[in-house]
Nanobody, 123 residues
Framework: VQLQASGGGLVQAGDSLRLSCEAS????????MGWFRQAPGKEREFVAA????????YYADSVKGRFTISRDNAKNMVYLQMTSLKSEDTAVYYC?????????????????WGQGTQVTVSS
């Protein structure tokens, strides 16, 4: 499956932004999906995950209550709605797909990765 993230940009602290991840090649309905991010000089970190059915979600503590992950299997799309953005949210955001499991919350569980989209939050 090929993944393409989009929707990043330059925003002010407190603003909102919605990232999209378009999948192609295969239906994503059989994959747990996740969002990760990587800031300059830092390791890639988990942000949010959603189960294959969309019935379960999981968030990093740093984004809980501010970010919402969702999916539309019919459209082969995954989204990350980000609100109350902070300067520390600045990073390249990646979407990823984990095969063979209904849910995945750690980086090694993810097999397919898309190219990232830059999110920059100015304070």
């Amino acid at each position: 499956v090929q993944l393409q993230a989009s929707g990043g940009g330059l925003v002010q602290a407190g603003d909102s932004l919605r990232l999209s991840c378009e999948a192609s090649g295969r239906t994503i309905s059989t994959y747990a999906m996740g969002w990760f991010r990587q800031a300059p000089g830092k390791e890639r970190e988990f942000v949010a995950a959603i189960s294959r059915s969309g019935g379960s979600t999981y968030y990093a503590d740093s984004v809980k209550g501010r970010f919402t992950i969702s999916r539309d299997n019919a459209k082969n799309m995954v989204y990350l709605q980000m609100t109350s953005l902070k300067s520390e949210d600045t990073a390249v955001y990646y979407c990823a797909a984990a095969r063979g499991r209904p849910m995945a919350v750690t980086l090694p569980e993810y097999y397919y990765w898309g190219q990232g989209t830059q999110v920059t939050v100015s304070s």
